[in-house]
C-alpha cells in the first residue's frame, strides 16, 4: 500500500508543549499545555475519502481537578482536501481518537512504551509479555503508570491496566488498589524506577526504535524542522498530482 507524505513525517514534531511542569505520581512530569496539529484521514473523519487529508488544529490544557488533559480548543483546516467543512462532516470526527494521539505524542518521550506495550500486549504480539505477581514493586508500579497515562488521556484506566498486564478486569481491580496502598498513587518519586520499567518494555518490542535521550531528542527535533516546515508544501503537490493537476 502506497504511503501518504504525511505518513512519512514523525508525529511528534507536529505537536509543541508549553506552560509549568506538572509532575503527578507515580512520577510523571506532564506539560500545562499540549498544542499543535496533527493531519488525520478518513480512519479519524469518517466523511473523507480515502485519499483526503485535513489539519486537526488543537489545544490541550491539564486540569488538576479532573485529572486530565481538557480540550481547549479544537478544529479543523480542510487544507486541499476537496471538502466542506459543515455538521455533517463533524459528526464523523474522532475527537478523542485524535486528541489522544497528540497526549501520548506530548508526554515525556520515556512513557512511550507504556501504551505501545499495552497495545501489543492486547493484540497478542508482545515478545516475552511481564508476568508479574500481585506481589511485585515493579508490577505494581507498571499498574500505577498504565492507570495514569490512561487517565489523563481520558480513556478507562483499568481496562489500561487490565491490558498492560494481561489481567482480567476484576484482577486489575485489584491490583490498583494494591498499588494505592504503596503510594503509587501518592508520592511522586518513582520517576528512576519508572524510567528503568519503561526502558525494560522497549527491550520486549525489539522491531520499534529505542526511546531517544533528552539530548537526542533536542537534536532530533532541530533536524526535523526543515521537514516539517515543508509539509504542507508537500501535501499541496501531493493533491494536485493525484488529481491529476499538471
Do not use: C
Amino acid at each position: 500500500m502506497e504511503r501518504k507524505p504525511w505518513q512519512t513525517l514523525p508525529m511528534a514534531q507536529f505537536v509543541e508543549t508549553s506552560g509549568q511542569t506538572i509532575v503527578v505520581p507515580p512520577g510523571i512530569a506532564l506539560p500545562a499545555r499540549i498544542e499543535g496539529s496533527l493531519p488525520v484521514d478518513h480512519k479519524n473523519v469518517g466523511a473523507l475519502e480515502p485519499n483526503d487529508v485535513v489539519m486537526a488544529r488543537f489545544r490541550l490544557e491539564y486540569s488538576s481537578e479532573s485529572r486530565r488533559y481538557e480540550i481547549a480548543s479544537f478544529g479543523l483546516d480542510r487544507g486541499e482536501a476537496a471538502v466542506e467543512i459543515v455538521g455533517a462532516l463533524w459528526r464523523t470526527v474522532r475527537v478523542h481518537s485524535i486528541v489522544r494521539t497528540a497526549i501520548e505524542l506530548g508526554l515525556p518521550s520515556w512513557t512511550e512504551s507504556i501504551p505501545r506495550a499495552r497495545f501489543r500486549r492486547r493484540d497478542g504480539v508482545l515478545r516475552d509479555a511481564p508476568n508479574y505477581r500481585p506481589s511485585d514493586p515493579d508490577g505494581l508500579l507498571l499498574a500505577a503508570l498504565a492507570y495514569r497515562i490512561a487517565e489523563v488521556s481520558g480513556e478507562n484506566p483499568a481496562l489500561a491496566v487490565a491490558e498492560t498486564l494481561g489481567l482480567k478486569q476484576r484482577t486489575a481491580t485489584n491490583w490498583i488498589a494494591r498499588a494505592r496502598q504503596s503510594d503509587y498513587f501518592t508520592s511522586t518519586d518513582h520517576e528512576a524506577a519508572s524510567r528503568r520499567i519503561a526502558k525494560e518494555l522497549w527491550g520486549r518490542m525489539p522491531l520499534l526504535e529505542r526511546p531517544r535521550t533528552d539530548e537526542e531528542e533536542t537534536v532530533y527535533r532541530a533536524n526535523e524542522v526543515e521537514r516539517v516546515r515543508s509539509y504542507l508544501e508537500h501535501q499541496a503537490r501531493w493533491r494536485r498530482t493525484s488529481d491529476g493537476d499538471d
